[in-house]
Protein backbone atom coordinates (compact mmCIF):
# COMPACT_ATOMS: atom_id res chain seq x y z
CA UNK A 1 0.00 0.00 0.00
CA UNK A 2 3.01 2.47 0.89
CA UNK A 3 4.53 1.70 -2.50
CA UNK A 4 1.39 2.15 -4.71
CA UNK A 5 1.19 5.63 -2.15
CA UNK A 6 4.83 6.61 -3.21
CA UNK A 7 4.37 5.62 -7.09
CA UNK A 8 0.82 7.87 -6.65
CA UNK A 9 3.24 10.95 -5.15
CA UNK A 10 5.93 10.72 -7.95
CA UNK A 11 3.36 10.72 -10.59
CA UNK A 12 1.61 13.91 -8.79
CA UNK A 13 4.67 15.73 -8.72
CA UNK A 14 5.52 14.92 -12.22
CA UNK A 15 2.36 15.98 -13.77
CA UNK A 16 2.53 19.67 -11.32
CA UNK A 17 6.14 19.81 -12.63
CA UNK A 18 5.50 19.17 -15.81
CA UNK A 19 2.38 21.94 -16.30
CA UNK A 20 4.98 24.36 -14.23
CA UNK A 21 7.15 24.09 -17.20
CA UNK A 22 4.17 24.75 -19.54
CA UNK A 23 3.51 27.65 -18.24
CA UNK A 24 6.79 29.11 -17.91
CA UNK A 25 7.88 31.14 -21.38
CA UNK A 26 10.49 28.62 -22.08
CA UNK A 27 12.26 30.99 -24.89
CA UNK A 28 16.13 32.28 -24.11
CA UNK A 29 16.97 35.71 -24.84
CA UNK A 30 16.40 39.14 -23.88
CA UNK A 31 12.81 39.71 -21.77
CA UNK A 32 10.57 42.71 -21.84
CA UNK A 33 12.30 45.16 -19.33
CA UNK A 34 15.89 43.98 -20.23
CA UNK A 35 18.46 45.70 -22.60
CA UNK A 36 18.17 44.69 -26.46
CA UNK A 37 21.22 42.65 -27.32
CA UNK A 38 23.29 45.37 -29.40
CA UNK A 39 24.36 44.05 -33.42
CA UNK A 40 26.34 45.12 -36.23
CA UNK A 41 24.58 44.09 -39.57
CA UNK A 42 24.54 44.70 -43.33
CA UNK A 43 22.05 46.09 -44.78
CA UNK A 44 20.69 45.84 -48.17
CA UNK A 45 22.36 48.85 -49.76
CA UNK A 46 25.85 46.81 -48.18
CA UNK A 47 26.53 49.46 -45.16
CA UNK A 48 26.76 48.09 -42.09
CA UNK A 49 23.98 49.64 -39.20
CA UNK A 50 23.60 49.13 -35.34
CA UNK A 51 21.33 51.15 -32.93
CA UNK A 52 24.52 53.67 -32.40
CA UNK A 53 24.10 55.10 -36.46
CA UNK A 54 20.72 54.32 -37.02
CA UNK A 55 17.94 57.62 -37.37
CA UNK A 56 14.36 58.58 -37.77
CA UNK A 57 12.91 59.46 -40.87
CA UNK A 58 13.91 63.18 -39.51
CA UNK A 59 17.49 62.11 -39.31
CA UNK A 60 17.60 62.53 -35.32
CA UNK A 61 17.71 60.36 -32.54
CA UNK A 62 15.18 57.99 -32.43
CA UNK A 63 13.20 57.58 -29.55
CA UNK A 64 12.89 53.96 -29.87
CA UNK A 65 12.85 51.34 -32.36
CA UNK A 66 10.11 48.78 -34.09
CA UNK A 67 12.58 45.74 -34.09
CA UNK A 68 10.97 43.29 -36.96
CA UNK A 69 12.66 39.21 -37.68
CA UNK A 70 11.24 39.28 -40.84
CA UNK A 71 12.01 37.48 -44.06
CA UNK A 72 10.81 37.01 -47.67
CA UNK A 73 9.65 33.67 -47.91
CA UNK A 74 7.46 32.73 -45.11
CA UNK A 75 3.35 33.38 -45.62
CA UNK A 76 3.03 34.94 -42.51
CA UNK A 77 5.76 37.44 -42.97
CA UNK A 78 4.66 38.03 -46.46
CA UNK A 79 1.16 38.95 -45.41
CA UNK A 80 2.53 41.70 -42.84
CA UNK A 81 5.17 43.37 -44.87
CA UNK A 82 2.83 45.87 -45.87
CA UNK A 83 1.76 46.42 -42.23
CA UNK A 84 5.62 46.83 -41.38
CA UNK A 85 6.18 49.13 -44.14
CA UNK A 86 3.35 51.21 -42.66
CA UNK A 87 4.44 50.97 -39.34
CA UNK A 88 7.77 52.72 -40.38
CA UNK A 89 5.77 55.39 -42.64
CA UNK A 90 3.36 56.34 -39.47
CA UNK A 91 6.07 56.01 -36.63
CA UNK A 92 9.96 56.52 -38.22
CA UNK A 93 8.52 60.63 -38.77
CA UNK A 94 7.15 60.44 -34.84
CA UNK A 95 11.05 58.95 -33.87
CA UNK A 96 10.42 54.91 -34.44
CA UNK A 97 12.02 53.61 -37.21
CA UNK A 98 11.55 49.93 -38.20
CA UNK A 99 14.58 47.99 -38.12
CA UNK A 100 14.17 44.72 -39.80
CA UNK A 101 16.07 41.82 -39.50
CA UNK A 102 16.11 39.03 -42.10
CA UNK A 103 17.42 35.41 -39.42
CA UNK A 104 16.94 32.63 -42.04
CA UNK A 105 19.97 30.32 -42.82
CA UNK A 106 20.18 31.38 -46.69
CA UNK A 107 21.62 27.63 -47.40
CA UNK A 108 17.56 26.05 -46.46
CA UNK A 109 16.15 29.55 -47.76
CA UNK A 110 17.64 30.50 -51.27
CA UNK A 111 14.56 32.92 -51.28
CA UNK A 112 16.50 34.69 -48.18
CA UNK A 113 19.53 35.04 -49.50
CA UNK A 114 20.88 38.55 -49.53
CA UNK A 115 20.45 39.04 -53.14
CA UNK A 116 16.84 38.28 -52.78
CA UNK A 117 16.56 40.50 -50.20
CA UNK A 118 17.77 43.16 -51.89
CA UNK A 119 15.32 42.43 -55.22
CA UNK A 120 12.41 41.78 -52.65
CA UNK A 121 13.11 45.13 -50.94
CA UNK A 122 13.52 47.23 -54.12
CA UNK A 123 9.97 45.32 -55.56
CA UNK A 124 8.23 46.12 -52.79
CA UNK A 125 9.63 49.40 -52.03
CA UNK A 126 11.07 48.65 -48.25
CA UNK A 127 11.46 52.43 -47.07
CA UNK A 128 13.15 50.77 -43.65
CA UNK A 129 16.31 49.30 -42.81
CA UNK A 130 16.96 45.14 -44.00
CA UNK A 131 19.41 43.82 -42.26
CA UNK A 132 20.98 40.03 -42.84
CA UNK A 133 21.66 38.16 -39.80
CA UNK A 134 24.13 36.14 -41.81
CA UNK A 135 26.17 34.29 -39.15
CA UNK A 136 22.58 34.27 -37.05
CA UNK A 137 23.93 35.31 -34.00
CA UNK A 138 21.23 37.81 -32.98
CA UNK A 139 18.42 36.54 -33.30
CA UNK A 140 19.26 33.91 -30.58
CA UNK A 141 20.26 36.82 -28.18
CA UNK A 142 16.76 38.19 -28.62
CA UNK A 143 14.79 34.75 -28.04
CA UNK A 144 12.97 35.38 -31.30
CA UNK A 145 11.57 31.88 -33.02
CA UNK A 146 9.43 32.98 -35.53
CA UNK A 147 8.77 35.37 -38.75
CA UNK A 148 7.88 38.18 -37.93
CA UNK A 149 8.62 38.51 -34.48
CA UNK A 150 8.54 41.85 -32.85
CA UNK A 151 10.36 43.73 -30.20
CA UNK A 152 9.81 47.33 -29.23
CA UNK A 153 12.48 49.61 -27.93
CA UNK A 154 12.50 52.22 -26.14
CA UNK A 155 15.17 55.47 -26.03
CA UNK A 156 17.14 53.81 -23.51
CA UNK A 157 17.71 50.41 -25.68
CA UNK A 158 15.10 48.73 -23.06
CA UNK A 159 12.74 46.03 -24.16
CA UNK A 160 9.18 47.33 -23.94
CA UNK A 161 7.05 45.33 -26.10
CA UNK A 162 7.59 41.53 -27.29
CA UNK A 163 5.98 39.90 -30.08
CA UNK A 164 2.89 40.08 -33.04
CA UNK A 165 2.70 42.64 -34.69
CA UNK A 166 -1.22 43.02 -34.44
CA UNK A 167 -4.23 40.26 -33.44
CA UNK A 168 -4.35 38.73 -37.19
CA UNK A 169 -1.13 36.81 -38.36
CA UNK A 170 -2.49 36.61 -41.82
CA UNK A 171 -5.38 38.37 -42.51
CA UNK A 172 -5.16 42.30 -42.73
CA UNK A 173 -9.08 42.84 -42.52
CA UNK A 174 -9.44 40.93 -39.61
CA UNK A 175 -7.75 43.34 -37.30
CA UNK A 176 -8.76 44.33 -33.73
CA UNK A 177 -6.11 45.29 -31.53
CA UNK A 178 -2.93 46.60 -33.23
CA UNK A 179 -0.33 45.70 -30.53
CA UNK A 180 2.83 47.53 -31.52
CA UNK A 181 1.08 50.97 -32.51
CA UNK A 182 -0.79 50.74 -28.97
CA UNK A 183 2.78 49.89 -27.32
CA UNK A 184 4.18 53.14 -28.80
CA UNK A 185 0.93 55.04 -27.75
CA UNK A 186 1.89 53.87 -24.02
CA UNK A 187 5.28 54.92 -24.30
CA UNK A 188 4.44 58.53 -25.85
CA UNK A 189 2.31 58.87 -22.92
CA UNK A 190 4.12 57.86 -20.06
CA UNK A 191 1.70 55.12 -19.74
CA UNK A 192 1.98 51.37 -18.96
CA UNK A 193 3.03 48.95 -21.85
CA UNK A 194 -0.33 46.35 -22.18
CA UNK A 195 0.59 43.75 -23.11
CA UNK A 196 3.66 43.31 -23.09
CA UNK A 197 3.89 40.03 -24.25
CA UNK A 198 1.60 38.61 -27.14
CA UNK A 199 2.30 35.25 -29.04
CA UNK A 200 3.90 35.95 -31.83
CA UNK A 201 2.30 33.37 -35.09
CA UNK A 202 4.64 32.73 -38.01
CA UNK A 203 7.08 30.54 -39.75
CA UNK A 204 9.76 29.13 -37.34
CA UNK A 205 13.02 31.21 -37.95
CA UNK A 206 15.88 27.88 -40.37
CA UNK A 207 18.91 27.84 -38.15
CA UNK A 208 22.03 26.52 -39.90
CA UNK A 209 22.54 22.67 -39.89
CA UNK A 210 26.30 23.63 -39.06
CA UNK A 211 25.44 25.19 -35.90
Not at 8 to 30: A, H, R
Not at 135 to 156: I, S, W
Amino acid sequence: MKYIFLIGLSLFLFSFTFQINLNNDPTEGVKVGEKAPEFNLKNIDGKTYSFENIKDANGNTPKGFIVVFTCNTCPYAQANEQRIIALHEEYAPKGYPVVAIQPNDAAQKPGDSFEAMQKNAKEKGFPYLYLIDEKQEVYPKYGATKTPEVFLVDKDLTVRYHGAIDDSARDESGVEEKYVEKAIAALESGDEVSPTITKAIGCGIKGSKAN
